[in-house]
T-cell receptor
Framework: DTAVSQTPKYLVTQMGNDKSIKCEQN?????MYWYKQDSKKFLKIMFS???????INETVPNRFSPKSPDKAHLNLHINSLELGDSAVYFC??????????FGPGTRLTVL | GIQVEQSPPDLILQEGANSTLRCNFS?????LQWFHQNPWGQLINLFY???GTKQNGRLSATTVATERYSLLYISSSQTTDSGVYFC??????????FGKGTRLSVIA
């Protein structure tokens, strides 16, 4: 199946821990993104990579560090997790300036 | 940056009814997309429509860029249409800005 996939789907962890979320797309897109959706369903861009280069880095704590090993992968590492980090994190991809396709989301719960 | 406003915030429909969702934006844009988030959380791209009109089955969308709005039409609604509908837009190379969504509930 051609798609955007991300793992894990659910992540439950304690405050202070470090965790990673992985994302892969096989659509041949050149741009990948991380979005955060809060409890009120508001979607906000966090990062964007184009051909492995960081092009958008919104106001996000530096505890969040994206990494793109190649055009098809974009991972998100989060250090020292806080309660306020609880949210659904969506990976997405597109060809520059065209339709955006989302992964299934990772629901992160910090206890 | 661009402001995106969606209306109505909530909508309840009887199955079979038609509806129109609106998206207003504050600036000239070169990208306008509509998404559906189903009750399981999955975000599906419905339309990429920076201008003009497109149709896909019972759904159609129209963007009038000069007047800074877009409309999503849902005809003969079904319970599977329930969920949250988002519009998103940007200009130039800025990131897509999402509206707060319209929560649609279709009742059998």
């Amino acid at each position: 199946d051609t798609a955007v996939s991300q793992t894990p789907k659910y992540l439950v962890t304690q405050m202070g821990n470090d965790k990673s979320i992985k994302c892969e797309q096989n659509l041949g897109h050149d741009t990948m993104y991380w979005y955060k959706q809060d409890s009120k369903k508001f979607l906000k861009i966090m990062f964007s990579y184009n051909n492995k280069e960081l092009i958008i880095n919104e106001t996000v704590p530096n505890r969040f560090s994206p990494k793109s090993p190649d055009k098809a992968h974009l991972n998100l590492h989060i250090n020292s997790l806080e309660l306020g980090d609880s949210a659904v994190y969506f990976c997405a991809s597109s060809l520059t300036g065209t339709s955006l396709f989302f992964g299934p989301g990772t629901r992160l719960t910090v206890l | 940056g661009i402001q995106v406003e969606q209306s109505p915030p909530d909508l309840i429909l009887q199955e079979g009814a038609n509806s129109t969702l609106r998206c207003n934006f504050s600036d000239s844009v070169n990208n306008l997309q509509w998404f559906h988030q189903n009750p399981w959380g999955q975000l599906i791209n419905l339309f990429y429509i920076p201008s003009g009109t497109k149709q896909n089955g019972r759904l159609s969308a129209t963007t009038v860029a000069t007047e800074r709005y877009s409309l999503l039409y849902i005809s003969s609604s079904q319970t599977t249409d329930s969920g949250v509908y988002f519009c998103a837009t940007n200009s130039g190379n800025t990131p897509l800005v999402f509206g707060k969504g319209t929560r649609l509930s279709v009742i059998a």
